[in-house]
């Protein structure tokens, strides 16, 4: 029964070329779509899930109480000792600090320079709570020495090549000289934790002192099995009370997060090194945008299904005057889809190939094309073999099997108009979801257009960013500054503690008669940060050129929201004394107007640059404004200078508006994605009313002969068969403009500046709908009306 | 064989009811060949889709094989037509994507027939009905009457013990109407009982008898040959 199925099923896939083709690849597309996207959420909700401990493994998150809506990932380096020492549930904690708060490493093996992104400074106990595969060395206490360090496989070989690294030292930042004691392979790239290097803790100059204060070291603690997460949460946030005696310094309370929960549930989570960040919420619209297009594809098989079914409709009659039963109809059908589903899904697996590649290309992704011939991919294909199978044979196999074989075998069968409606019903929820795609492509273009053009308050091309962490004192680059900036393409060459887009120091405003301090963000810098930026200076001037060895002054540039916030104009401000936790005499000597330091999702903050002796912060890096003009030989210049003055340093650089940039990168991700997916659902629902109106104007082959014998133009009989569509079109827009707006206006809520969505663009992006739907019909509706009345009568 | 008695079949819409059979009464008999005649729209085909099993009535008696089956649902009717109904259209209703072999063989496979048994069967009927040659052949690939062979191949390879034939000859040329006609007339002479709904005075000819109807009602009954043989012994018992 089952070959014989197949075999009518085979038959019929050949008989009606266009409609099968039309379907194959409505279906083939939305799988091959499909795969890279299954691909993508299995390995975003697979993370961290190959560490032995994964289920008992937590990180100590902050919430600050003056902004009770954040959270951090990082907590002050007190934290973890205090853990093992008052909470019996803790088997381990271990404290995290990535270099220099974040800013890359300079390392000096033998007489070579490397920059190191990845190196971070840890306790053994690390070691207790992720399993690393150690390959070489000491692997059951690797960080047994307090210079100690261990790397991974790919750090081995870019630093030593094949050689064995053991024992070999490492100069990080022309400080600590590490030894290497292990060597673990690589972390899976689904691992939240990256580090390439682990150095121990105790070489870190940040654990010469302990304390409850800077909130920057992320924390990671083993629980003993069978603990009560809720006990143990209540005895970690009972630290706090026990070691900050002062309730006043108690700004903070402290949670444990689950490890299976960082990946994809710390979109907002500040303040955490962890890069490899997921967000379920694009897991979730991934999975959405996914099903919409297999539904769209399902649509396109039922409609086209549906609008055959009344020349199905006498086969199915005379098998059932044959004795076929309603189970063997309803098979004998679902036969019809499972076959071009299966084809679909063959189809669709070797379309996956360069989707992936696609996939891959715009979402930044690492997807391994080995994936594709995994177990996961295979049940993925079976199951949407099954479910299309189902979904889109649906209607025709219940429609058509329920009737009688006489209501059947009549002429004009059609199922009491039910079909009819049905169908437009998809054709409108189709395009209603493709003029949804339309209008967002449009207002994420214009939103990230307007991101890139919308005035920060500061000049970020032309400036290049220089790493200067791994060098001892400023002083040691005089030399190299005072060349750079005799290059005629040098215009300004400024120090600072960190560039905008990089975060700052946080510390509180006070101001006496006001109920509560203001968080704000401090960066030391010097005086050209104010040309080097392009900052606007409202009132008074830039910082001091040059400090006097006994000033004890501390010299404040603040942007307009701090003044505002303490009441006075920019002109009042200057020489004024504010309380910023720098110490007694820091005065205002400058005022610029606000710029945004972050990316434009987020609201201005107050923001002061500061120059004194002593400061609290180092210079980490160099901001050189250039003409870039001749980019290729300036850089030439700056990099061999660099070198010259500098060589126990890498040269690490980047440009600040690329690195600016990057703050949109999962926007911009999403731009390309939704621009990929709208123009699919676009192609799979237009070919599903091509193959409509191909349907359409074969059956109206007679009644448009008739009207033509009668006297209708070719031109309005096109017009006929086009409007029965574009009328259902017009429909989908009706719907799919509120539905549109309102997606958009929660997707722009994201932006502190955002646009506002013009209904004209609205307008225009719906019209285009409407052209593309009115392009794809008209080509059968002109080729229609074309047709010779003559054989058009003869036809039936 | 058959025995209907007052049987009514009316249709309705919101606004009009029409009668489309009158309270009609006659009885066909094993081996008998009947002829059923009348103007276009005076219930013929009605009738011939109730006696076939494939619409109900709206009231009277329908007794098949000695089983009254007026209240059968379209389950029942369907178990009952597949093992006992044979069918020849007037537009022949061949499966397009079927070949002429698979065509005859669906009956077959509706009854659940071994697949070995049914290369017998269906070849044998194909045989029978000179048409073996074209076995591999689809419909589309093969004259009118040739297709009304494979038509009347498929009604009879499961060996029913009736056929209904509606206007067989209808779409043919005389030559090819002839030959479909003797065709079922040794049918019928194997045994077959046949009712045959036909325009055609020349088709009834072929029968035993003519029933002729209108407006919903027989109008008379002509036998034209005495039926030689009547093995229906669940009629007599029923009468």
Redesign the interface.
């Known amino acids: 029964?089952i070959t014989?199925y197949l075999?009518?099923a085979w038959?019929?896939f050949k008989?009606s070329k266009l409609f099968s083709l039309l379907n194959l690849l409505g279906l083939s597309v939305a799988i091959a779509v499909c795969i890279p996207l299954f691909l993508f959420i299995g390995k975003e909700r697979s993370f961290d899930s190959g560490y032995a401990n994964k289920d008992h493994i937590y990180r100590v998150n902050l919430i600050p109480h003056q902004k009770s809506d954040e959270t951090w990932g990082s907590v002050p380096n007190a934290v973890a000792p205090a853990m093992m020492q008052d909470i019996p549930e803790i088997s381990y904690a271990a404290r995290m600090l990535k270099n220099g708060f974040g800013t890359p490493a300079s390392l000096r093996v033998g007489q070579e320079n490397f920059k190191e992104d990845l190196l971070y400074w840890s306790d053994p106990e690390l070691f207790k709570i992720f399993d690393f595969q150690f390959t070489a060395g000491e692997g059951k206490n690797p960080l047994q020495e307090d210079n100690a360090a261990v790397i991974n496989e790919s750090e081995s070989r870019r630093l030593f090549g094949e050689a064995s690294p053991l024992g070999k030292t490492i100069i990080v930042d022309n400080g600590p000289t590490l030894v290497v004691r292990g060597v673990y392979k690589d972390l899976p790239d689904n691992s939240s934790i990256d580090p390439a290097m682990i150095a121990n803790f105790k070489s870190s100059r940040m654990s010469r002192s302990i304390y409850w204060s800077n909130a920057s070291y992320e924390t990671f603690c083993l629980l003993k099995p069978g603990s009560d997460i809720k006990i143990v949460n209540q005895k970690v946030q009972a630290l706090t009370a026990k070691y900050i005696k002062d309730p006043s310094d108690r700004w903070f309370s402290l949670s444990l997060q689950p490890l299976s929960e960082i990946h994809l549930h710390s979109a907002q989570v500040m303040d955490t090194y962890i890069s490899r960040i997921g967000d379920i919420k694009t897991v979730r619209q991934i999975g959405l945008l996914g099903l919409l297009i297999i539904l769209i594809a399902c649509i396109n098989y039922m409609n086209l299904a549906t609008a055959k079914s009344e020349k199905r409709a006498?086969?199915v009659?005379?098998?059932?005057?044959?004795?076929?039963?309603r189970k063997?109809m309803v098979l004998r059908f679902y036969a019809d889809t499972a076959l071009l589903a299966f084809l679909s899904v063959v189809t669709g697996f070797l379309l996956s190939f360069g989707s992936l590649f696609l996939f891959n290309s715009i979402s930044g992704s690492h997807l391994a094309m080995t994936d594709l011939f995994g177990l996961p991919t295979l049940l993925f294909l079976m199951v949407i073999w099954v479910l299309v199978t189902l979904l889109a044979g649906s209607y025709p196999a219940l429609l058509l099997s329920g009737s009688?074989?006489?209501q059947l075998?009549q002429k004009r069968f059609h199922a009491g108009g039910l079909d009819r409606v049905l169908r437009k019903a998809l054709v409108v929820v189709q395009f209603s979801c493709s003029i949804v795609l339309i209008i967002a492509i449009v207002i994420i273009y214009q939103q990230m257009r307007f991101v890139g053009n919308k005035n920060l308050g500061f000049k970020p091309d032309g400036v290049l960013m220089i790493n200067i962490s791994g060098v001892a004192k400023a002083q040691n680059l005089v030399g190299f500054t005072n060349e750079i900036s005799q290059m005629p393409n040098v215009r300004n060459v400024a120090f600072l503690q960190s560039p905008p887009g990089f975060g700052a120091s946080q510390r509180s405003l006070h101001k006496a008669d006001a109920k509560s301090d203001l968080t704000l963000y401090t960066c030391h810098a010097d005086a050209e940060v104010v040309p080097a930026l392009g900052l606007h200076l409202l009132a008074g001037q830039s910082l001091p050129k040059q400090l006097a060895k006994t000033d004890s002054a501390v010299y404040v540039l603040a942007n307009k929201k701090v003044v505002d916030f303490m009441g006075w104009t920019p002109e009042q401000a200057i020489g004024r004394k504010v309380d910023v936790d720098l110490g007694e005499n820091a005065y205002i000597v400058g005022v610029v107007d606000n710029f945004n330091y972050l990316s434009l999702k987020s609201p201005i903050e107050p923001y002061i640059y500061y120059a004194a002796n002593d400061a609290p912060e180092s210079f980490n890096a160099l901001m050189v404004k250039i003409n870039t003009d001749q980019l290729a030989g300036t850089m030439d210049k700056i990099q061999s200078a660099f070198g010259k003055d500098v060589p126990s340093v890498a040269f690490d650089y980047s440009f600040l508006d690329s690195h600016l940039a990057t703050l949109y990168n999962a926007d911009r991700v999403m731009q390309r994605t939704v621009l990929l997916f709208s123009c699919l659902a676009i192609f799979v629902s237009c070919l599903g009313l091509f193959g409509l109106s191909a349907f359409m104007a074969e059956q109206k082959t007679k009644e448009i002969g008739i009207r033509k014998v009668l006297g209708a133009s070719n031109f309005s009989i096109s017009r006929m068969l086009s409007l029965h569509f574009l009328r259902l079109v017009v429909l989908s827009i009706i719907i799919g403009i509120p539905i549109a707006v309102y997606l958009m206006r929660e997707w722009l809520s994201n932006f502190e500046y955002r646009i506002h969505i013009s209904w004209l663009v609205v307008a225009l992006a719906a019209l285009s709908g409407l052209l593309i739907a009115l392009i794809t019909v008209s080509y059968q509706s002109v080729k229609a009306s074309r047709a010779n009345p003559v054989n058009s009568i003869k036809t039936e | 064989m058959i025995k209907i008695t007052d049987l009514e079949k009316i249709y309705r819409t919101d606004l009009i009811e029409t009668v489309a059979i009158n309270k009609m009464s006659f009885e066909v008999r094993q081996g008998e060949f009947v002829a059923i005649m009348g103007p276009s729209g005076c219930g013929k085909s009605t009738l011939l889709n109730i006696l076939g099993l494939l619409d109900d009535c709206d009231g009277g008696s329908f007794i098949f094989n000695g089983q009254e089956i007026a209240h059968f649902n379209e389950q029942k009717r369907a178990m009952l037509r597949k093992k006992n109904i044979g069918f020849v259209f007037q537009s022949f209703n061949l499966i397009d994507e079927l070949t002429v072999y698979e065509n005859v063989e669906l009956p077959l496979i509706y009854n659940n027939i071994r697949p070995a048994d049914r290369k017998v069967m269906v070849e044998e009927t194909l045989e029978k009905m000179q048409i073996m040659h074209r076995k591999n052949h689809f419909p589309q690939q093969l004259s009118g009457g040739q297709q009304q062979r494979v038509a009347v191949a498929r009604a009879v390879v499961n060996k029913p013990k009736l056929i209904l034939a509606d206007e067989p000859t209808g779409n043919l040329d005389s030559h090819n109407g002839n030959e479909v006609m003797d065709m079922l007339t040794s049918l019928n002479e194997a045994g077959t009982t046949i009712i045959m709904v036909t325009h055609s005075e020349h088709d009834a000819k072929f029968s035993h008898r003519i029933i002729r109807m209108l407006d919903g009602e027989k109008i008379t009954e002509n036998i034209l040959r005495e039926l030689d043989y009547i093995p229906d012994t669940d009629l007599k018992e029923n009468a």
Do not use: V
């Open positions: 029964m014989y075999k009518i038959r019929n008989s006498r086969e009659g005379i098998n059932k005057t044959l004795g076929a039963t063997q009688s074989a006489l075998m």
